[in-house]
Nanobody, 118 residues
Framework: VQLVESGGGLAHVGGSLNLSCVASGFTFSNYVMAWYRQAPGKERTIIAQISGGRGITMYSDDVKGRFTISRDNAKNTVYLEMTNLKPEDTAVYYC????????????WGQGTQVTVSS
């Protein structure tokens, strides 16, 4: 299993960023995929997930209405469209397979850094 996140960077408050995560090593469409994030000094928490077949989505309260998770099973890729960014969205963002997971999850990728400046 390999999960490679990309698309992070620097954004201004109110701006947008689009993250991608390319998966390999498993049958992507069979699995729920999720995005986690870890802000400086805070725990790694789940913010969005999407089911494999029907694409049913769920969001944490702090990103609901601003972030959109989607997937392309033909490309083995899960996306996170982030809009109306806030300084508290500054974090390293990770994608994972089959949530929920703990820090001991063996397939954490390198993550992608998102920094929102005011």
């Amino acid at each position: 299993v390999q999960l490679v996140e990309s698309g992070g960077g620097l954004a201004h408050v109110g701006g947008s960023l689009n993250l991608s995560c390319v998966a390999s090593g498993f049958t992507f469409s069979n699995y729920v995929m999720a995005w986690y994030r870890q802000a400086p000094g805070k725990e790694r928490t789940i913010i969005a997930q999407i089911s494999g077949g029907r694409g049913i989505t769920m969001y944490s309260d702090d990103v609901k209405g601003r972030f959109t998770i989607s997937r392309d099973n033909a490309k083995n890729t899960v996306y996170l469209e982030m809009t109306n960014l806030k300084p508290e969205d500054t974090a390293v963002y990770y994608c994972i397979r089959d949530p929920p997971v703990t820090l001991s999850y063996p397939y954490w990728g390198q993550g992608t850094q998102v920094t929102v400046s005011s």
